[in-house]
């Protein structure tokens, strides 16, 4: 039994052998017959990148999870407000419609903990909803989207708490009994739309209809709350989840029905920035920006542009690893305490006039996130002394570039990820930071016969 173990345990062994030598390497180290190896490091490359303006995001992916409404009023980055856009639909037969009478309709929505972002603790919102008076015509929407809306608001919510762990209570409307619902924002439509709407479904049976009559809706906040509220507005909170637009209405007799109305896939977050006045206005408007400070911003907001050409002073080596170090400036003059660093983070570069990951990244699918990196994390580095920084992989990026520079060109985009589901900032020190600068990693083989 052992000797059959030994020769099964050899087997696996030779075939993962051979299996390695025919896969390509994600991390560069490919030697020549006869060479032997000579491995060196260096993170003194020259690095160079600046802060880029703001380039509008996919934000309607239908597995996007998170969106998000609110504005803040950042020293650093400006000012910012979002609002959400969606519809609803009728998939599901009313019953009971005929001489029914409703009392009231209310929406539904399901909190993202992970969205909410500035001062959400202590803010104070005022909620508005409005209707859209044109449709969602693409499933492809970016955060610079605008869409005609009736100024008339269809409810309005002042000086709301808001809490994405507070359980909510409310009153059955069966038996009027009161009990406790997940959390989640309950707005209630006013009388003359919520008449009007019920009128309309009572005299018509199909979702086409419902879609030509009712665009859909738009939530924001109108009020400078200095923080977003974050919903989850993914698939599997559509079906069987909170979100919906509740009808609340009685049968001639006197029976009571709840009808749930659920969204439509097509949603998107509407974001505007203005710089005007910002600390980052000056790194994104002038020639020749200072060096000391990279911004990123999600939402379609600022960026870090990452120029790579210096790795042509390496063309002839076997880059082994390359990746990119930064520390996040996290002293108080940033206010970290209120808006905190964005977590993860992807790296693109332009193809065909338009933004693709970069195949490091993509390798995530394949092979776990350790391959890429884009996390932040809390580093030690003595002396009792912690910051916290970022570190991506780009060796495979890298090497495509070496064999066609003109091809792939130079340019890399940092960005938070997934981009257009976040509006969180992020300042890290840049290449010419005295003390924690942005480097370059690299590991790389100089070949000897």
Request: charged share 20%; hydrophobic share 40%; aromatic share 12%.
């Amino acid at each position: 039994m052992q000797r059959k173990f030994i020769l099964l345990l050899f087997v696996i062994s030779a075939v993962l052998f051979i299996h390695s030598c025919n896969e390509p390497s994600i991390i560069g180290i490919d030697l020549l017959d006869g060479e032997s190896i000579d491995t060196r490091f260096t993170d003194t490359l020259t690095f160079r990148a600046y802060t880029s303006s703001a380039r509008p995001v996919l934000s309607s992916r239908i597995a996007a999870r998170s969106f998000y409404t609110g504005n803040l009023n950042d020293p650093i980055f400006g000012r910012s407000e979002a609002n959400i856009y969606f519809g609803i639909q009728r998939l599901l037969e009313i019953d009971s419609l005929a001489g029914a009478e409703i009392d009231s309709l209310v929406l539904r929505i399901a909190f993202d903990s992970l969205a909410f972002y500035g001062l959400h603790q202590e803010a104070l919102f005022d909620l508005t909803l409005f209707r859209m008076l044109e449709g969602l015509e693409s499933d492809s929407l970016f955060t610079n989207k605008t869409i005609l809306l009736d100024p008339n608001p269809l409810a309005v919510s002042l000086g709301r708490k808001i809490s994405f762990s507070d359980s909510v209570k409310v009153i059955q409307y069966a038996n009027d009994i009161e009990v406790m619902v997940p959390p989640q924002l309950r707005l209630r439509l006013n009388n003359e739309f919520t008449q009007e709407l019920f009128s309309f479904l009572q005299n018509s049976d199909n979702d086409t209809d419902l879609q030509n009559y009712l665009k859909g809706f738009c939530l924001g906040v109108s009020n400078h709350s200095n923080a977003v509220i974050g919903f989850n507005m993914s698939p599997d909170a559509r079906f069987g989840g909170i979100n919906s637009l509740r009808m609340f209405y009685r049968a001639p007799g006197g029976r009571k029905y709840v009808h749930d109305l659920l969204f439509r896939t097509r949603r998107f977050t509407q974001v505007w920035h203005n710089y005007d006045g910002s600390v980052v206005q000056g790194f994104i408007e002038q020639e020749n920006p200072p060096e000391d400070l990279l911004f990123i911003q999600g939402g379609g907001g600022v960026e870090t542009k990452i120029d790579i050409s210096p790795f042509l002073a390496l063309e002839g080596k076997l880059i082994n690893r390359a990746e990119v170090e930064l520390t996040v400036a996290q002293e108080d003059r940033f206010i970290p305490s209120v808006f905190h660093p964005v977590n993860r983070y992807w790296c693109l570069y332009p193809v065909r006039n338009r933004f693709a990951a970069i195949s490091d990244f993509n390798f995530i699918a394949s092979f776990g996130e350790g391959v890429f990196g884009g996390q932040i994390s809390e580093v030690d580095i003595g002396n009792g002394e912690k910051v916290t920084k970022l570190k991506f992989n780009i060796t495979n990026h890298v090497q495509r570039y070496l064999k066609d520079p003109e091809g792939i060109g130079n340019t890399l985009l940092l960005s938070s990820f997934p981009e257009g589901e976040r509006i969180g900032r992020t300042v890290f020190y840049g290449p010419q930071h005295p003390v924690h600068r942005a480097r370059y990693n690299v590991f790389f083989t100089n070949s000897t016969k």
